[in-house]
């Protein structure tokens, strides 16, 4: 499928939503099914932001319940106490809703919270934010909760029996969390289905300019990101901002000043090789700067992190600083005593910016706020700030019924769906790499045909997620590209400019430690 930005020059949409990320595609996709005319643009691929850049993590909401107080002091922070109580039901919810509805697109996994002597959490606590937790989520995906002896732990799980090396472990919190296979995935299934619907969806698509038309609404200026100097003009009766961390810099197209609307929070997360009696497990914990710090399960890998600070710089400009690395790898070696960790050990890394709401907190509030913008001058506008992953279908249907209350549908409205898209079988194609033989052939000319790929990297990291491999796809990049150049129309020149950019691509957001010089030229 090859669709082409001037296609839609001079079109007038009822809504055009800006970010393709997980809440931007949900916005589409239920603003679509409710019947109205919908356009949904990223100034990159669909997913490839802050989205692509997540924990991976089906999240259970149990920081939500650790506040940075004492539990008795809830009573004099009573909005604060239901506001954390609503984000950690939200995130039940929104667990249960995607383990149920795309499976195909998650795995459970086995995780632990330790639990030390003389900690902050001490083991009543933690029991009582776990029960919390099952009871705002009604039971519906149990979260299979129990606390163990250490040494009982330690002879059935290999990561608690690494954990047992700290001589003020009590005991181990044991649960069930569920991971996103690749969280890219999820925001093309969702773009697709909004497509489905009847939305026009472009990727490399920038905004360059929002105009008000008065009682017209807004004209949009897009610029073709992979073809410079191509632009066109769409209009939209509301405009739907959810850029993520690019949320202020879409308001400043409009030539005047806005106010600030989100924090930017850079995490970073490290791929390390732990002990094979390690794998499939992981663990969430409070960090010695009491900070959310993971060990998540990837593959036959793991990754530590995050990092939690503030990011004032373009999220497009942001990497991994050698002193985040230091940081991480100071806290996993705390967490496990006897492994050493050290940078030659980091396989790969990567980080990204998440978009807080801004707040009188210097690093924002962790809650979803769709501000009104009309209030700055930009009536029939709102942006969408501090959405996590796991809640972007709340989040889309409450865009919906926002703009529901401005506008009325202008076609007749559909079924949604939060199926999985999957690729056609096909027993008889061949794998693209043998060792990642669950990606064939015959996918990658699925995706290029039907799922608006206009980039190597868009086919091996968001249509499929060999690039997420230890390999990193490195390997098998020219045999991808070389296998959909009938379809996109690449010559020999183009392939190899497809490999090129890919290789430059994973070498600049990634750092892998392992590669070759042989490999990245």
Not at 118 to 132: I, N, S, T
Not at 153 to 175: F, N, P, Q, T
Request: glycine share 8%.
């Amino acid at each position: 499928m090859s669709t082409q930005l001037s296609e839609i020059d001079g079109q007038a949409y009822d809504v055009v939503v800006i970010g393709g990320g997980a809440a931007g595609a949900s916005a589409a996709q239920n603003l679509a099914a409710s019947g109205y005319k919908t356009l949904l643009v990223d100034k990159g691929d669909f997913g490839s932001g802050t989205s692509s850049r997540s924990s991976r993590l089906l999240y259970c909401g149990l920081a939500h319940l650790s506040p940075d107080y004492p539990i008795w002091k809830f009573i004099l922070h009573p909005r604060d106490l239901i506001r954390r109580l609503w984000m950690a039901g939200l995130a039940m919810k929104s667990r249960a809703q995607l383990v149920k509805t795309m499976p195909e697109r998650l795995k459970p996994l086995t995780f632990f919270f330790p639990v030390y002597k003389g900690g902050q959490y001490p083991g009543w606590k933690v029991d009582l934010g776990f029960r919390a937790l099952e009871l705002l989520g009604l039971c519906r995906v149990s979260l299979k909760y129990r606390r163990v002896a250490v040494k009982k732990a330690a002879r059935k799980y290999g990561m608690v029996a690494l954990m047992a090396e700290h001589k003020d472990l009590s005991s181990i919190a044991v649960y069930t969390e569920y991971q996103y296979n690749w969280a890219e995935r999820i925001c093309v299934d969702t773009a697709l289905d909004a497509e489905r619907l009847g939305a026009d969806i472009r990727n490399y698509s920038r905004v360059t300019k929002l105009e008000s038309r008065g009682d017209a609404g807004w004209a949009v200026t897009l610029e073709d990101a992979l073809s410079p100097g191509m632009a066109v003009t769409v209009t939209g009766g509301m405009i739907v901002n959810t850029a993520g961390p690019w949320v202020d810099r879409v308001n400043a197209t409009v030539g005047r000043p806005s106010r600030k609307h989100l924090v930017g929070i850079k995490g970073v997360n490290l791929v390390v090789k732990l002990p094979p009696e390690c794998e499939g497990q992981g663990l969430e914990t409070i960090s010695s700067i009491d900070q959310p710090f993971y060990c998540m399960p990837w593959g036959k890998y793991h990754f530590f992190g995050p990092t939690e600070t503030v990011f004032e710089g373009d999220p497009d400009d942001a990497r991994v600083l050698p002193e985040e690395i230091d940081f991480i790898l100071d806290q996993a070696n705390r967490l496990f005593p006897t492994l050493g960790l050290k940078r030659s050990d980091v396989v790969y890394s990567w980080c990204g910016i998440r978009p807080r709401t801004s707040s009188d907190a210097k690093e924002g509030v962790k809650v979803l706020t769709i501000h009104e913008l009309s209030e700055e001058g930009m009536p029939n506008v709102v942006a969408l700030t501090g959405t996590p992953i796991m809640n972007h279908r709340y989040a889309g249907a409450a865009i919906a019924k926002r703009v529901g209350r401005t506008l009325k549908p202008t076609r007749a409205a559909k079924p949604l769906s939060h199926a999985a898209k999957l690729f056609p079988e096909n027993q008889n194609s061949l794998p693209v790499d043998p060792a990642h033989p669950h990606v064939k052939l015959s996918d990658l000319r699925h995706a290029a045909e039907h799922e608006h790929i206009k980039t190597l990297t868009d086919l091996l990291f968001r249509r499929t997620d060999l690039g997420w491999t230890p390999e990193m796809g490195l390997g098998a990049a020219r045999r991808a590209a070389q296998e959909v150049a009938d379809i996109m129309g690449w010559d020999a020149a183009r392939v190899d400019r497809e490999v090129a950019l890919y290789e430059i691509f994973v070498r600049e957001n990634f750092e892998p430690s392992y590669v070759s010089a042989k490999v990245l030229g």
